[in-house]
């Protein structure tokens, strides 16, 4: 499966889109919202550009991007009346795969730029916001252009599902789980590791080339809180998304064989694998790097677990769609919803997020 024409948070501003569904991400993103302001200040007092590149890898198509630039900018502009320096001009980069909705971002820009203009002198320094579709797994942008990355609930996603989950004749070994699971073989979490250290190796490797020397990266992205890959923190969701699929097939609404040949591209790493990495690559120091559970939030929903079924929905709508077709999405989600409100009355699980900061090395002379 090609992920880069798949794979893509749900659309438009409908019920079951990712820009009505997003709030548990911008709760973790606002939970570490004084770490990405802060640093975004150190950096540019450190750098004082006259032309700011910001990046934002993983955008998606929801409201929390935009507000994301807002506060960026305005924590800048605050930063050089402090200095009595003019603010930069701001280039903003959009980034997610080819198949996101960039449309729903840019209709909302006129907003965006309506809330900047206020309070500002003769309208402020000029942005100027552009998509980049593409993967980063691999190069974006120009040598030394940025200055400044963020990325929030994006890179726990995989380039792709692990090969080695695969056996010769391209059958999955994952069977009865389409995670890292207590039922899977030993084989399935060191594919997944692997391929988490091959993705991160070349992520890390493409940004250095992109960022000037002393940019600041803010990677925010869900973890786990120790060495076992079957960590309850994340993997449970997986587990009861596969719960819900084994209904509709007990049902006769999918077939078993679809379901034994589903596995996600997702891997939640622990604090020591991140460091490890990164110490490895070597392109970047890590200013802070901390982990933190998630209280449950139902938000406007009836139930905890009517706000995860409906954020889980418009973030896996696509790939689900595409194996299993749509007509099964309705059900399969409000089995979902039963069965995570189910097992969380039982036992309190709380994901897990970690937020890093990383500075890139300075080059030696």
């Not at 502009?77 to 909705?101: C, G, W």
């Not at 989950?165 to 399935?188: F, L, M, T």
Request: overall charge negative.
């Amino acid at each position: 499966m090609d992920l880069e024409k798949v794979f893509h948070m749900k659309g438009g501003i409908g019920d079951t889109s990712y820009s009505n569904n997003s709030s548990l991400q911008k709760r973790a993103a606002d939970k570490v919202k004084h770490i990405t302001l802060e640093t975004m200040e150190e950096m540019f007092l450190a750098t004082r550009p006259k032309s700011l590149g910001i990046a934002d890898l993983g955008c998606s198509s929801g409201p929390n991007t935009l507000s994301n630039i807002k506060e960026l900018v305005g924590v800048v502009e605050k930063a050089s009346r402090h200095i009595m320096q003019l603010p930069p001009e701001f280039r903003v980069y959009l980034n997610d795969l080819p198949t996101n909705d960039f449309n729903t971002i840019f209709q909302a820009l006129p907003d965006l730029y309506r809330e900047l203009k206020k309070g500002r002198n003769l309208g402020g320094a000029p942005i100027y916001i552009a998509a980049y579709p593409g993967t980063f797994y691999g190069r974006l942008f120009p040598d030394n252009c940025l200055h400044f990355i963020y990325s929030s609930n994006s890179l726990h996603w995989l380039s792709r599902v692990p090969p080695g989950i695969y056996d010769e004749e391209g059958s999955s070994i994952n069977k009865k789980s389409i995670y890292i699971s207590e039922k899977s073989p030993p084989e399935v979490s060191q594919a997944y590791f692997k391929q988490f250290q091959e993705d991160l190796s070349l992520f890390l490797k493409s940004r250095s080339q992109e960022l000037i020397s002393g940019g600041r990266m803010v990677l925010i992205l869900l973890g786990r809180s120790g060495p076992d890959h079957v960590d309850r923190g994340n993997s449970f969701f997986w587990e009861i998304l596969y719960q819900s699929l084994a209904i509709l097939v007990a049902q006769g609404e999918v077939e078993e064989e679809k379901l034994d040949s589903y596995d996600v591209h997702f891997y939640a790493p622990s604090k020591k694998e991140l460091e490890e990495e990164i110490r490895k690559e070597g392109s970047f120091k890590v200013e802070l790097v901390e982990t933190f559970e998630m209280d449950k939030d139902a938000g406007n929903y009836p139930s905890y677990g009517m706000a995860v079924a409906k954020t889980v929905r418009s973030i896996q709508e696509s790939m689900l769609a595409h194996h299993f077709g749509e007509a099964i999405l309705d059900k399969l989600f409000h089995h979902y919803a039963t069965l995570v409100d189910r097992e969380l009355a039982k036992c309190d699980i709380k994901s897990i997020t970690t937020v890093l900061v990383l500075a890139k090395r300075e080059l030696c002379k």
